[in-house]
């Protein structure tokens, strides 16, 4: 099992940045490929960004590409989303995901929700114009 726990949300006026931090805990994580995702009142989840499990290969939601930049720290158990240059439509709950995607290649990163066993709390992200 592993344990996700999403951290560094808060309330941002547009133009800003933040850090999304997500702590693991569990099982190895070096061997997990992780991700985020995201949920605004009344839409779906949508995909944001995700990492490999060898850290080599990112991926990113159009919408973001550009402003947000995944990171991992292996000796921190740890994966990162710096989000810049915040809009008032990054607004949502920010969730960490993970799994060891074990039919995968180290540098596959995952893009849909259904390929992530194991889910954080979430994290609240608003924006203000």
């Known amino acids: 099992q592993v344990q996700l726990v999403e951290s560094g949300g808060g309330l941002v006026q547009a133009g800003g940045s933040l850090r999304l931090s997500c702590a693991a805990s569990?099982?190895?994580?070096?061997?997990?490929?992780m991700g985020w995702f995201r949920q605004a009142p009344g839409k779906e989840r949508e995909f944001v960004a995700a990492?490999?499990?060898?850290?080599?290969?990112?991926g990113y939601a159009d919408s973001v590409k550009g402003r947000f930049t995944i990171s991992g720290d292996n000796a921190k158990n740890t994966v990162l989303l710096q989000i810049n240059s915040l809009k008032p439509e990054d607004t949502a709950v920010y969730y960490c995901?993970?799994?060891?995607?074990?039919?995968?290649?180290?540098?596959?990163?995952?893009?849909?929700?259904?390929?992530?066993?194991?889910w954080g709390q979430g994290t609240q992200v608003t924006v203000s114009s």
């Open positions: 569990g099982r190895t994580f070096s061997r997990l490929a």
């Open positions: 995901a993970a799994d060891h995607l074990p039919s995968s290649s180290n540098s596959y990163y995952a893009k849909r929700g259904e390929e992530y066993a194991y």
């Open positions: 990492i490999s499990r060898n850290g080599g290969n990112t």
